[in-house]
């Protein structure tokens, strides 16, 4: 018996040396190679995007979840077919296209993998999400057939969500978020990856880096068909601070609609009215308390990923171009809502507060007639009553006094100029620095301006003086002769700056152009005293702890106005908005006893278009703390157009109590 085990020991120990020896020395070299092969992979944790709130703490944007089906990817590896009866299954469960989940399980950029979004442009290291948005109850009906379902998750995904506190939309100040490009992964230095959201524009873009937190990460183990076999460590991540607004939810709202009425309005009356905006400013302090612009979009039509038609819908300028923002980006002729800066640069420029003034229909200046505009004659007046009727043709005999003053067309580029002067110390011609991006800079058109304008211009200039305009003779001859005309006078003097230029500047038009913004930081100087405060929609960034961190206000500049003639222009502004005024019709029945406004019409003419109705103004006058503009391109005149809207916002400021 003995010898007998022996025996069975000795055969076992051979085949056991001889085993050994096949995988030294015949299988060795791959296994060494497999054993290489196995290795881990770092899978980043997305950080939760913080929110943004109003000055209440209402959300305008959170973020919300979206039920996803996952599939495991080593469940559709280790399939016959790769997969796809599993798929179909999941597909046919959920009720969605076979195509839809399937492109989803290629990975992007592989081979047979369909262009994004329909493939999967994620971490080959993680559950594929083959679904999203899906109805949370027949997703959780796969979980319950593990048997028919195998490899099946269900999980979800944090998203952007638009609560619309009272009705507020706010598209063009939170912006839009999308999925991170090429060039945001590569010049994040690891911060961001390509599943990661990133803001596009709005707030979303200017303080994404405090909405989008701190990204985690988990390092998983690999076996060498790239499936997952164990977690080696991870690392949470941190969410996104919220961004605290000093927006008013309610009266975001109601500055939206009384937009849109303004347009409606305008369009009653035959009118285009294609684009505007509405500014809220707190005149102590520079915060953005509503704000709105027309046409506005939905932001969460980019939720999970626009469509091509959308967003070309979104951009079609036939359709206003929605995205883009006519508080920030857009620019427009002032006209008479400049008039506030023209007082002062006249007085400084040797006008007297206590003179009279010819308030004539027309006016001829340099060859060429200039009319009244949005007022009539109303012969010998003083500056207070230029300004409440607005009285064009005052401010043009002001201006060409001045000119003639300066040396007229001989003045040299550099020469002083009262009123180029007063307009640049109210921040016109350069961006306001509001905490939005994409910001224009407007343009105040000086005697330099002209010069740099003619010498870029003149080669194309003097061409059309030569060749015309014959693709606009087509539709309108007479405007094609009309700019055929132009080009010939400025192919040869474009440089030169007219008097005509510089009556036109006098009234907010000619070449000059603001945006909606820089006129409310001008309107909110004149009411807090002198003082240029940047516009600031953001208040303080919060953790999810709690834990607040102010945004200071930013003093800018103080404007150097005297204080008579700050007196002056207050008191007549006023008046603008009482009987008589130029906006007294609109502000009738308004409680001026307990709560007086002050502020000025604008109508502003631009070439080939219909006129821009603007109205900007302030109140109480008594305590000033709110500027409220309102500008509508195309929309006509200012006081039945703009004015209305005006004050429809400061009905709604008295009734939130603001």
Same mark, same amino acid.
């Not at 990856?193 to 690999?222: F, H, K, M, P, W």
């Not at 800079?441 to 194309?460: H, I, M, N, S």
């Not at 094609?480 to 400025?490: C, F, Q, S, T, V």
């Given at each position: ?10 055969? *076992? ?79 046919? &469960? ?23 979004? +329909? ?11 083959? !679904?999203?948005?899906?109805?949370? @109850? ?40 999308? @999925? ?11 911060? /961001? ?9 709005? %707030?979303? &873009? ?15 183990? /690999?076996?060498?068909?790239? /499936? ?75 939720? $999970? ?17 929605? %995205?883009?923002?006519? %508080? ?38 340099? $060859? ?14 003083? %500056? ?15 201006? =060409? ?9 001989? !003045? ?28 224009? &800079? ?20 003097? @061409? ?15 405007? !094609?002769?009309?700019? $055929? ?34 006129? +409310?930081?001008? =309107?909110?100087? /004149? ?42 222009? @207050?008191?007549? *502004? ?85």
């Amino acid at each position: 018996m003995a010898g007998v085990v022996l025996v069975l020991l000795v055969t *076992l120990f051979g085949l056991l040396v001889g085993r050994l020896g096949q995988l030294q020395l015949v299988q060795g070299p791959d296994l060494a190679r497999a054993a290489v092969t196995v290795n881990t992979r770092t899978v980043t944790e997305h950080a939760l995007r913080g929110r943004v709130l109003d000055r209440t703490g209402a959300p305008f944007v959170d973020s919300s979840f979206d039920t996803v089906v996952t599939v495991e990817r080593s469940v559709l590896v280790g399939s016959d077919d790769g997969g796809r009866d599993l798929v179909t299954r999941v597909a046919s &469960a959920l009720g969605l296209p076979f195509e839809q989940l399937w492109g989803k399980t290629m990975l992007c950029g592989t081979s047979g993998a369909p262009p994004a979004p +329909a493939c999967f442009n994620g971490s080959p290291f993680v559950p594929i999400p083959v !679904a999203a948005g899906v109805d949370a @109850r027949r997703a959780l009906t796969l979980l319950e057939q593990p048997e028919k379902f195998p490899g099946v998750g269900v999980t979800t995904e944090p998203v952007r969500a638009y609560p619309r506190p009272h009705g507020a939309l706010a598209a063009h100040l939170l912006g839009w978020v999308a @999925r991170a490009g090429a060039d945001d992964v590569s010049e994040s230095r690891g911060s /961001i990856d390509a599943e990661d959201v990133v803001g596009r524009s709005g %707030l979303e &873009a200017q303080y994404d880096r405090v909405l989008r937190g701190t990204n985690g990460s988990t390092v998983v183990a /690999i076996d060498p068909r790239g /499936i997952v076999t164990d977690t080696v460590g991870s690392t949470p991540p941190v969410a996104g601070r919220d961004l605290v607004t000093h927006l008013d939810a309610r009266l975001q709202a109601r500055t939206e609609a009384a937009l849109v009425r303004a347009v409606a309005s305008a369009r009653a009356q035959k009118l285009r009215a294609d684009t505007g905006a509405a500014v809220v400013l707190d005149v102590t302090n520079g915060a953005v308390v509503a704000a709105a612009s027309y046409p506005s979009y939905d932001p969460s039509a980019f939720s $999970g990923g626009i469509s091509r038609a959308d967003l070309a819908r979104l951009t079609d300028e036939r359709g206003g171009t929605p %995205l883009r923002s006519r %508080l920030t980006a857009e620019t427009f002729p002032p006209a008479s809502t400049f008039k506030v800066i023209s007082v002062p640069a006249a007085v400084n420029a040797g006008a007297r507060l206590d003179g009279t003034y010819d308030c004539s229909p027309a006016v001829s200046v340099g $060859g060429r007639v200039f009319n009244n505009f949005e007022s009539r004659g109303y012969g010998p007046i003083d %500056l207070h009553r230029a300004l409440v009727v607005s009285c064009d043709t005052v401010f043009y005999r002001l201006a =060409y006094a001045a000119w003639l003053e300066q040396g007229g067309l001989a !003045a040299p580029v550099t020469v002083a100029d009262p009123f180029v002067s007063m307009a640049r110390s109210f921040g016109l011609g350069r961006r306001t620095g509001v905490d939005l991006p994409g910001e224009a &800079a407007g343009r105040v058109p000086d005697r330099a301006w002209k010069e740099q304008y003619w010498l870029a211009t003149k080669d194309e200039t003097c @061409r059309r003086a030569s060749t015309g305009y014959p693709e606009v003779a087509r539709t309108d001859k007479a405007r !094609a002769a009309y700019l $055929g005309r132009l080009a010939a006078e400025n192919c040869s003097a474009g440089y030169q700056y007219r008097a005509g230029d510089a009556v036109n500047f006098s009234i907010g038009q000619g070449d000059t152009a603001v945006t909606i913004l820089q006129m +409310a930081g001008v =309107y909110a100087a /004149i009411a807090n005293g002198g003082t240029l405060w940047q516009p600031q929609v953001a208040a303080a960034y919060r953790t999810p702890g709690g834990e607040t961190t102010a945004v200071a206000p930013k003093r800018v500049a103080t404007v150097p106005l005297r204080s008579d003639v700050l007196a002056y222009v @207050r008191s007549a *502004l006023a008046d603008v908005t009482r009987p008589g005024g130029s906006a007294g019709t609109a502000f009738t029945g308004f409680p001026q006893d307990r709560y007086p406004l002050a502020g000025k019409t604008g109508t502003g003419e631009v070439f080939g278009k219909q006129a821009t109705a603007w109205f900007a103004g302030y109140g109480p006058t008594t305590k000033p703390r709110y500027a409220v503009v309102v500008v509508v391109g195309q929309g006509g005149s200012g006081s039945k157009v703009a004015a209305p809207a005006v004050r429809q916002i400061f009905d709604a400021i008295l009734a939130l109590g603001l």
